[in-house]
């Protein structure tokens, strides 16, 4: 396939409860007033925007439709379309951090090309003493799954936009190595 150019259609993947929809609304500058007019076109599970990385303008479409609900066939839609996924836990639900695993074999076989970027994102990292998942065992688990690996807090803003950036950062080491 063709490499992608920005916009790049990124996926919010991850069980119920994990902050999927926390991400979205910091994406959409919904938790910065300053910011929402900068959100081109939100609907509720789509929201692109123009976003400057290394002083380089990117557009991101970031798609979040993930839910215990949706149908297989609308994952699948959702797997086959995306350049780059966001795979994200919570540090305090273990059976997310499980579940992250399993969605990341399943995106094996859907990733459009060789390599499409992922990150493993351990949210809700304020939390600290509800912890479930060690910093390191996260880290193991996307050195095996061979992606990038960051702690976040939505409730905090902590890194998340950080977790964008290095989406981008890939995509674009990605586009240059051709
Ligand atoms: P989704 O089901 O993956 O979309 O998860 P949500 O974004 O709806 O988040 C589920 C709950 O976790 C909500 O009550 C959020 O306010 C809360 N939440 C999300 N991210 C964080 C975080 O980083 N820290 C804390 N303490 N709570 C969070």
Same mark, same amino acid.
């Given at each position: 396939p063709a490499e992608p150019e %920005? #916009?790049?259609r990124v996926v919010?993947?991850?069980a119920g409860g994990v902050g999927k929809t926390a991400f979205a609304s910091i994406f959409a500058g919904a938790a910065d007033s300053m910011d929402s007019d900068d959100c081109e076109l939100c609907v509720e599970e789509l929201c692109e925007k /123009?976003? /400057?990385v290394d002083g380089e303008p990117a557009t991101i479409t970031l798609v979040d439709m993930w839910d215990a609900e949706t149908d297989e066939w609308t994952q699948e839609q959702c797997m086959q379309t995306a350049d780059a996924y966001l795979l994200l836990y919570s540090i305090t639900d273990r059976? %997310?951090?499980l579940r992250a695993s399993e969605l990341r074999i399943t995106l094996r076989r859907?990733? #459009?090309a060789r390599y499409t970027p992922i990150i493993l994102v351990g949210n809700k990292c304020d939390l600290v003493r509800r912890r479930e998942v060690p910093?390191? /065992?996260g880290r193991a688990c996307a050195a095996v799954f061979d992606c990038k690996f960051i702690e976040t807090s939505a409730a905090m803003q902590h890194n998340v936009? /950080? %977790?964008f950036y290095g989406i981008v950062r890939q995509l674009r080491l990605r586009r240059d190595s051709r």
């Open positions: %920005s #916009p790049y919010l993947m991850g /123009e976003i /400057e059976a %997310s951090f859907f990733c #459009p910093t390191s /065992e936009w /950080e %977790s």
